[in-house]
């Protein structure tokens, strides 16, 4: 059974960090891709970030490059996503979401393609 675990949402001012953390458990299990996503009420869920293990390349939605970051362990079973200059749009419920398929690079950011997701956090940006 895969157990996808988040921590550290908050609310925070604008220009403020903030860092998350997933945990990814299962006994044999082992991501392929490790991604963020986000989600409002009004909006579908949105492509923040993502690692895929197979070329070691990370990947950003354009509304976080340059300001997110995403790192993992070494075994790629936790991730982190260091967010830097926060902005009011940032605010969401971040979601950790992973998958063991393969996924080809136009796939990435398909929130249907992973099938383990974290309990989701919330992230509010507001002063």
């Known amino acids: 059974q895969v157990q996808v675990e988040q921590s550290g949402g908050d609310v925070v001012q604008p220009g403020s960090s903030l860092r998350l953390s997933c945990a990814v458990s299962?006994?044999?299990?082992?991501?392929?891709?490790i991604a963020w996503f986000r989600q409002t009420p009004r909006k579908e869920r949105e492509f923040v970030a993502a690692?895929?293990?197979?070329?070691?390349?990370?990947y950003y939605g354009d509304s976080v490059k340059g300001r997110f970051t995403l790192s993992r362990d070494n075994n790629d079973n936790a991730a982190y996503l260091q967010m830097n200059n926060l902005k009011s749009e940032d605010t969401a419920v971040y979601y950790c979401a992973v998958t063991s398929r393969g996924l080809i690079q136009s796939s990435i950011g398909a929130a249907s393609e992973y099938e383990h997701w974290g309990q989701g956090t919330q992230v509010t940006v507001s002063s």
């Open positions: 690692f895929r293990r197979a070329t070691r390349v990370t």
């Open positions: 299962g006994r044999t299990f082992r991501p392929s891709v």
